[in-house]
């Protein structure tokens, strides 16, 4: 039998953005999500000057570079970058559980400022290994932070924010790529002196937030359910909510604390054998999937060839390509704004639907291009407008319902689990991609659109609503699904404190899940 014990209270003030609370987010955020981004983007405009360097040092060493040689560094130079973002997220468990949400980001800036040092070397000391091992330890970065930011700010921030903080990890990631995007610019940074500067600038911000982020609060809700430090977690709390009166907030904790003292801290294996979190599981990694198989690499894989297709000139195309990257920020930082009152599920429907709609036009377009003499700009307006969908739904929402819909015990394994599934499917495409579009050409969106429905219709048809929801509103979505029996019992919660003793603290639900055996 699997016990499950929520708390819903009426007349709970609404949480408010204060200066700890939002200094703590764009610290993190800079910090760990901007160097994702960053280095998501970095290699592709100084590519050039990066393969002539490889050649040169291959041909030093008294050997001759064949292009199938020259292709195979330079995939392993992008790919182990997805393949240490999957490695990354198989720590995230066991480093948030031993060391804390606020702890595992400052120790994961050692596979920031590491790799940064060796890539800034690389050409001094002639070798392209290390860049190529670089570019794995930041993706071991990478994933972590993916995974633990939204985590860490989940827990920060209050309920009725939980939707626009969590969305301010993806705003910094998109404004890393688009800050790589202008250093890539050839007068800036993307030319032969400069790329081994720009690969080294990675570390700066790791650097910042191993200075600023010990002055701010751990997350209350770790060290009161699994440290049992009290103290420290009212601490926080004061802190972060402007305000002494935190009772509440640690009562629910408490209630949550209480509920899963007979689970402790589950595993992957274990999460995969509970009936009572199966489609929470289930829907994360569908979700995750949709996202990376949806068609957003090729997007900007072809982005290049259409722009030049359409008339823009070989050296302006950067700039276009900037003009896109700052359209994939403006809408992301929309979402910040809008998640709030449209809600997580609406913006996701939105998002995967006009994926689905772009995929299908740019097909048409692609197919018409050297038909028809407008055509291409048609393909370059369903870029743009993929762009847009994707960044605000699949891109901003996903590691906030992942947040939201799994409580203290599952949550640093279903996020070990979703950033496994989203960064395997991220090397999935890198490594299949130029096979797919070699043999169906510009048919291969066909493909990314039919996943993009197929996750509309999931999305639509089993995630709920969890906007400003407590725990017992989200047990009680998911339980018919997960074949839960939900049986809620009023009780009295007397507590020391007078304020508990009052009839608005005595108004305390317990949901007991009981799972048919």
Same mark, same amino acid.
């Given at each position: 039998?699997?016990? /499950?014990?929520?708390?819903?209270?009426?007349?709970?003030?609404?949480?408010?953005?204060?200066?700890?609370?939002?200094?703590?987010?764009?610290?993190?955020?800079?910090?760990?999500?901007?160097?994702? +981004?960053?280095?998501?983007?970095?290699?592709?405009?100084?590519?050039? /000057?990066?393969?002539?360097?490889?050649?040169?040092?291959?041909?030093?060493?008294?050997?001759?570079?064949?292009?199938?040689?020259?292709?195979?560094?330079?995939?392993?130079?992008?790919?182990?970058?997805?393949? +240490?973002?999957? #490695? +990354?997220?198989?720590?995230?468990?066991?480093?948030?559980?031993?060391?804390?949400?606020?702890?595992?980001? *400052? #120790?994961?800036?050692?596979?920031?400022?590491?790799?940064?040092i060796?890539m800034?070397?690389?050409?001094?000391?002639?070798?392209f290994?290390?860049?190529?091992?670089?570019?794995?330890?930041?993706?071991i970065?990478?994933?972590?932070?993916?995974?633990?930011?939204?985590?860490y700010?989940?827990?920060?921030?209050?309920?009725?924010? %939980?939707?626009?903080?969590?969305?301010?990890?993806?705003?910094?990631?998109?404004?890393?790529?688009?800050?790589?995007?202008?250093?890539g610019?050839?007068?800036?940074?993307?030319?032969? $002196?400069g790329?081994?500067?720009?690969?080294?600038?990675?570390?700066i911000?790791?650097?910042?937030?191993?200075?600023?982020?010990?002055?701010?609060?751990?997350?209350? %809700?770790?060290?009161?359910?699994?440290?049992?430090?009290?103290?420290?977690?009212?601490?926080?709390?004061?802190?972060?909510?402007?305000?002494?009166?935190?009772?509440?907030?640690?009562?629910?904790? %408490?209630? !949550?604390?209480?509920?899963?003292?007979?689970?402790?801290?589950?595993?992957?294996?274990?999460?995969?054998?509970?009936?009572? *979190?199966?489609?929470?599981?289930?829907?994360?990694?569908?979700?995750?999937?949709?996202q990376q198989?949806? @068609?957003?690499?090729?997007?900007?894989?072809?982005?290049?060839?259409?722009?030049?297709?359409?008339?823009?000139?070989?050296?302006?195309?950067?700039?276009?390509?900037?003009?896109?990257?700052s359209?994939?920020?403006?809408?992301?930082?929309a979402?910040?704004?809008?998640?709030?009152?449209?809600?997580?599920?609406?913006?996701?429907?939105?998002?995967?639907?006009?994926?689905?709609?772009?995929?299908?036009?740019?097909?048409?377009?692609?197919?018409?291009?050297?038909?028809?003499?407008?055509?291409?700009?048609?393909?370059?307006?369903?870029?743009?407008?993929?762009?847009?969908?994707?960044?605000? @739904?699949?891109?901003?929402? *996903?590691?906030?319902?992942?947040?939201?819909?799994?409580?203290?015990?599952? %949550?640093?394994?279903?996020?070990?689990?979703?950033?496994?599934?989203?960064?395997?499917?991220?090397?999935?495409v890198?490594?299949?991609?130029?096979?797919? !579009?070699?043999?169906?050409?510009a048919?291969?969106?066909?493909?990314?659109?039919?996943?993009?429905?197929?996750?509309?219709?999931?999305?639509?048809?089993?995630?709920?609503?969890t906007?400003?929801t407590t725990f017992? !509103?989200?047990?009680?979505?998911?339980? &018919?699904?997960?074949?839960?029996?939900?049986?809620? $019992?009023?009780? $009295?919660?007397?507590?020391?404190?007078?304020?508990? &003793?009052?009839?608005? +603290?005595?108004? &305390?639900?317990?949901?007991?899940?009981?799972?048919?055996?």
């Amino acid at each position: 039998m699997e016990k /499950d014990i929520f708390v819903e209270k009426q007349g709970e003030r609404k949480g408010r953005l204060t200066l700890v609370l939002a200094l703590a987010t764009l610290i993190s955020a800079f910090g760990s999500s901007f160097q994702y +981004g960053y280095n998501v983007a970095v290699v592709n405009s100084p590519a050039p /000057d990066m393969q002539n360097f490889y050649t040169s040092v291959y041909e030093s060493r008294n050997a001759t570079v064949t292009d199938n040689v020259l292709t195979l560094l330079w995939s392993l130079t992008v790919s182990m970058y997805p393949l +240490g973002g999957f #490695f +990354g997220s198989l720590m995230v468990a066991p480093l948030v559980n031993n060391f804390g949400r606020k702890g595992t980001l *400052l #120790f994961n800036n050692i596979f920031s400022i590491v790799p940064a040092i060796m890539m800034g070397i690389s050409e001094v000391v002639g070798s392209f290994e290390i860049i190529i091992v670089a570019r794995f330890l930041v993706g071991i970065c990478a994933g972590l932070s993916s995974n633990v930011v939204p985590m860490y700010l989940g827990e920060l921030a209050p309920k009725n924010l %939980r939707g626009a903080v969590g969305i301010v990890p993806q705003l910094f990631i998109t404004v890393g790529i688009l800050v790589a995007q202008v250093f890539g610019f050839r007068s800036i940074l993307g030319n032969a $002196e400069g790329w081994p500067i720009m690969l080294a600038l990675t570390g700066i911000p790791a650097v910042l937030e191993l200075f600023l982020l010990p002055f701010f609060p751990e997350s209350p %809700r770790y060290m009161l359910i699994q440290k049992g430090d009290e103290k420290n977690a009212r601490k926080a709390l004061h802190r972060l909510r402007g305000w002494q009166d935190v009772d509440e907030e640690l009562q629910e904790m %408490r209630l !949550e604390e209480q509920s899963e003292q007979a689970e402790g801290q589950l595993s992957v294996f274990t999460l995969f054998t509970l009936r009572s *979190l199966r489609w929470q599981l289930v829907s994360i990694i569908i979700m995750n999937m949709g996202q990376q198989l949806s @068609g957003v690499n090729a997007i900007y894989y072809y982005a290049d060839s259409i722009f030049s297709s359409a008339g823009v000139k070989d050296n302006d195309v950067q700039y276009v390509t900037v003009g896109t990257g700052s359209v994939n920020v403006l809408m992301t930082l929309a979402a910040v704004f809008i998640v709030e009152t449209s809600g997580r599920k609406l913006l996701l429907l939105i998002g995967f639907g006009i994926c689905c709609a772009a995929c299908v036009i740019l097909t048409v377009a692609l197919s018409l291009q050297n038909t028809l003499q407008w055509m291409p700009y048609v393909s370059i307006a369903c870029i743009i407008i993929y762009v847009i969908g994707h960044a605000i @739904g699949p891109s901003s929402v *996903l590691t906030v319902i992942t947040n939201e819909i799994f409580r203290q015990s599952s %949550r640093p394994a279903a996020f070990m689990v979703a950033g496994s599934v989203h960064w395997l499917s991220n090397f999935i495409v890198g490594l299949v991609f130029p096979f797919l !579009e070699k043999g169906l050409g510009a048919y291969s969106f066909i493909i990314f659109a039919f996943i993009c429905l197929a996750t509309f219709i999931y999305i639509w048809v089993v995630i709920p609503e969890t906007k400003n929801t407590t725990f017992l !509103e989200i047990s009680k979505l998911f339980a &018919a699904r997960n074949k839960v029996e939900i049986v809620v $019992e009023a009780e $009295e919660h007397k507590m020391k404190d007078p304020k508990w &003793a009052s009839p608005e +603290g005595q108004a &305390a639900f317990e949901l007991l899940g009981h799972q048919n055996m």
